[in-house]
């Protein structure tokens, strides 16, 4: 099967750091870019960054520029989003999504939750 | 930033019947526009790309228009499967700064 598996996920103190891990399958994940979007609970989407197929062009949200950082190992089949400096608006389930070639997402994982509470 | 406006919030349309969604730009994407849907619990999923044209798999009934500034998701005969919430994104902006709708929640009348 075609999918995307995110992990990493949990409950952390504001301040604190945590790495989240996208597992492709079924794929060859070094063909796509690749994104991470995230959801507040109840709330919409929000895209958070995009990472080309090399690495060579990376983006971010404004509102996250210096305390997230998104990579991939394409020998590994695998994405990340390394973030740091935690805040309470953080909080939210983040999905991994695969670019489709036209910078829609036509393959999403099923989302980790990231919880950051005192 | 483009800030993506879908109307209305909440749309109330019984089976069968037609659905109307709109998603309003702040600035021209030309048709650089995709609709998801969003089920309780579970990941977005891609309807829609090029403001018109159906994702894999997506049924017939879904359909897609609009450029530039303004945009329609319409379900001709809506089914049981299709009340979720819907989102439209653009993915105009260079360097990319994707923006979603807040959402427009379908639910059975």
């Known amino acids: 099967d075609v999918q995307l598996v995110e992990s990493g996920g949990g409950l952390v103190k504001p301040g604190q750091s945590l790495r989240l891990s996208c597992a492709a399958s079924g794929f060859t994940l070094k063909t796509y870019s690749m994104n991470w979007v995230r959801q507040a609970p109840g709330k919409g989407l929000e895209w958070v960054s995009s990472i080309s197929t090399s690495s060579s062009a990376i983006f971010y949200a404004e509102s996250l520029k210096g305390r997230f950082t998104i990579s991939r190992d394409n020998a590994k089949n695998s994405l990340y989003l390394q973030m740091s400096s935690l805040r309470a608006d953080d909080t939210a389930v983040y999905y991994c999504?695969?670019?489709?070639?036209?910078?829609?997402?036509?393959?999403w994982g099923q989302g980790t939750l990231v919880t950051v509470s005192s | 930033e483009i800030v993506m406006t879908q109307s209305p919030a909440t749309l109330s349309v019984s089976p069968g019947e037609r659905a109307t969604l709109s998603c309003r730009a702040s600035q021209s994407v030309s048709t650089n526009l995709a609709w998801y849907q969003q089920k309780p619990g579970q990941a977005p999923r891609l309807l829609m790309y090029s403001a018109s044209i159906r994702a894999t798999g997506i049924p017939p009934r879904f359909s897609g228009s609009g450029s530039g500034t303004e945009f329609t998701l319409t379900i001709s005969s809506l089914q049981s499967e299709d009340f979720a919430v819907y989102y439209c994104q653009q993915y105009d902006t260079w360097p990319p700064a994707y923006t979603f709708g807040q959402g427009t929640k379908l639910e059975i009348k």
């Open positions: 999504a695969r670019d489709r070639g036209d910078s829609s997402l036509d393959l």
